[in-house]
């Protein structure tokens, strides 16, 4: 069973940094795709970064570039996302996501974690 | 970037009827090399994560039931729900694949007349 187990939400100050952790089993976690979308407070799905299975090809969407870096461990079956320079707009659930194929255009998400709460206030 | 805009914002239909919503993106999302169309339809119930229903614009993912099809191409898409049961009522989201950054429609609330 794919299982998808994020953490490392909590409070911190504007300006802060946080690292979320992706947790994954129950699928070859070298050979897919990864992703963060994020959810507001009652607001809609956004997309907020891409990882390749290898880690060599990763993309931001332009609201958190130059503040967030997305990495992987494949050894660890691990997906993190390190959010520095944290402002008000960015609370949210951040969930991980996996895309089962992107090199054939198959970047839909297939499995969703449970999400992490992160809140930005001071 | 492609934005993808959803109609209507929300929707009430009684138990058994249709309901159908739609999407459109901007610009379209038909790959011409494959004649695939990159557009996703999730469901999402209050307390869980958005869970997969439709891509390819049409292909049912596995579990899903055959109450729910997706259609359309290229830049207007639409998820039908044939005949609405009382656990269909969610929020729907479509979501564009084609190029980065993907974008999720603002989502449509469907509830129960």
Known sequence: ?122 | DIVTTQSPDSLAVSLGERATINCKSSQSVLYSSNNKNYLAWYQQKPGQPPKLLIYWASTRQSGVPDRFSGSGSGTDFTLTISSLQAEDVAVYYCQQYYTTPWSFGQGTEVEIK
Do not use: H
């Open chain 1, 1 to 122: 069973e794919v299982q998808l187990v994020e953490s490392g939400g909590g409070l911190v100050q504007p300006g802060g940094s946080l690292r979320l952790s992706c947790a994954a089993s129950g699928f070859t976690f070298n050979s897919y795709e990864m992703n963060w979308v994020r959810q507001a407070p009652g607001k809609g799905l956004e997309w907020v970064s891409y990882i390749s299975a290898t880690g060599s090809d990763i993309r931001y969407a332009d609201s958190v570039k130059g503040r967030f870096t997305m990495s992987r461990d494949n050894a660890k079956n691990s997906l993190y996302l390190q959010m520095d320079s944290l402002r008000a707009e960015d609370t949210a659930v951040y969930y991980c996501a996996r895309a089962p194929d992107c090199t054939i255009g198959a970047c839909f998400l297939d499995y969703w974690g449970q999400g992490t709460l992160i809140t930005v206030s001071s």
